[in-house]
């Protein structure tokens, strides 16, 4: 019997399973697959949308505002010189100072402080002429002296003033040459150099204390300033191209005390090097700030005056500044920043709660908060916060 189709009958069984296995592991792969896709899907994390956020337009004041640092400085400076023992305790650092009060006393001779441009250079007595006698001719009738002689001249007349000014404060008059006299004497009586000061300009501060009792004077015992002190402010140098005349400046002093101030201009560099007036006949010339402040190297560029009242602060009191560079009206509506946006057309509105467009004007922005203003505009309007991805927002 032949056997050829029974072979062919096996094989062909054969090959039926096997394309069926095949088969199914394909099935199974897909399946497979298919669930390995879906876990992979399943374990990435679910993108969400941002939640709206929202303000609302409230009523308030925007102050925009930079900050620096301030000294307080005179118009003008003079440093009191003398040589000897301290006698009579001088003027405390500090303490204002009125014309004609002697500062100290050094081996029981004044130091006499007088309103004069021109520094005391020489010693005055009969028959001096110039403008340091009309200034103490001036000086005296001020005080309450009687001079006749012409203005500019010395004389007898300008002698017994000098006399009765000394007597009055305690002194012994001395004639030219620096000996003592008596009221007999009076019509010789002179001012030695070391004896007076002129400082351009009230009210008189000492800086400095000007010698305590016993103490050994050589050279320098104090500094006395003179002239309406000014406000010498110093903003970043970034910020300082943002400060106008006429801006408020806020002063915080490191002694507690604040007070308010205006800025008056820019500061200028000074016209020359600030000398010393010395009581005993040295250098004389005045340290003048100006009336623009002292100079330095950043003079002009970045720091700015201001004048304060008299009395408010002694020289040489330092602290912070707050320039107010631009403020909104009281109780202003106002609105975050973020809340702002502008079309392409360069008009700015907001976007209600309920998704209407609110056209506005801006104030003063400083801080995140903006002063607006517009006809649909009020308190308490809830306004949506536009998503980072949105219209341009403004600060």
């Known amino acids: 019997m032949s056997t050829e189709p029974g072979r062919r009958g096996r094989a062909g069984l054969v090959a039926a399973s096997a394309v069926t296995a095949l088969a199914i592991t394909a099935a199974a ?29 409230k009523s308030g004041t925007v102050v925009d505002t930079v900050e620096g640092d301030f000294t307080v400085e005179p118009s003008f400076s003079v440093d009191i010189e003398a040589d000897g023992v301290v006698t009579r305790a001088g003027v405390l650092g500090g303490v204002a100072i009125p014309e004609g009060q002697s500062v100290v006393a050094v081996n029981e001779r004044p130091i006499f402080i007088l309103d004069g441009q021109t520094p005391s250079y020489r010693s005055l007595g009969i028959d001096s002429v110039g403008t340091d006698v009309k200034q103490v001719q001036a000086a005296l009738r001020r005080l309450g002296y009687r001079v006749g002689d012409k203005d500019g001249a010395y004389g007898a007349s300008t002698a017994r003033a000098v006399f009765a000014f000394y007597k009055d404060r305690g002194f012994l008059p001395v004639d030219q040459g620096g000996a003592t006299i008596d009221k007999a004497a009076a019509s010789t009586t002179g001012i030695p150099a070391s004896e007076l000061v002129f400082v351009p300009g009230g009210p008189y501060t000492a800086v400095t204390t000007c010698g305590r009792l016993s103490q050994r004077a050589a050279g320098k015992v104090c500094t006395i300033s003179g002239g309406q002190s000014q406000l010498l402010v110093k903003p970043a140098k970034a910020d300082a191209a943002l400060v106008k005349a006429g801006q408020t400046v806020n002063l915080s002093f490191t002694n507690g005390n604040r007070v308010a101030a205006t800025i008056q201009g820019a500061s200028e560099p000074a016209s020359a090097d600030a000398g010393d007036q010395s009581a005993d006949g040295g250098d004389t010339s005045a340290a003048s700030g100006s009336a623009a402040g002292s100079g330095g190297s950043d003079a002009g560029t970045s720091r700015f005056i201001a004048v304060l009242a008299e009395g408010t602060a002694a020289p040489g009191s330092t602290g912070k500044a707050e320039i107010v560079l631009a403020s909104s009206a009281v109780d202003a509506l106002t609105i975050e920043a973020t809340a702002i946006r502008q079309d392409s057309g360069g008009s700015f509105w907001i976007e209600t709660a309920s998704k209407k467009r609110v056209p506005i004007s801006l104030g003063v922005c400083a801080g995140g908060v903006c002063e607006i203003t517009g006809d649909q505009v009020k308190v308490s309007l809830r306004v949506r916060v536009p998503s980072l991805d949105s219209a341009a927002v403004t600060s």
Do not use: H, M, Y
């Not at 879906?38 to 679910?46: I, T, V, Y």
């Open 29 to 57: 792969a897909v399946v497979l697959a298919a669930q390995g896709v879906l876990n992979f899907e399943d374990q990435q994390p679910k993108k969400s949308r941002t939640p709206q956020s929202f303000t609302e337009v």
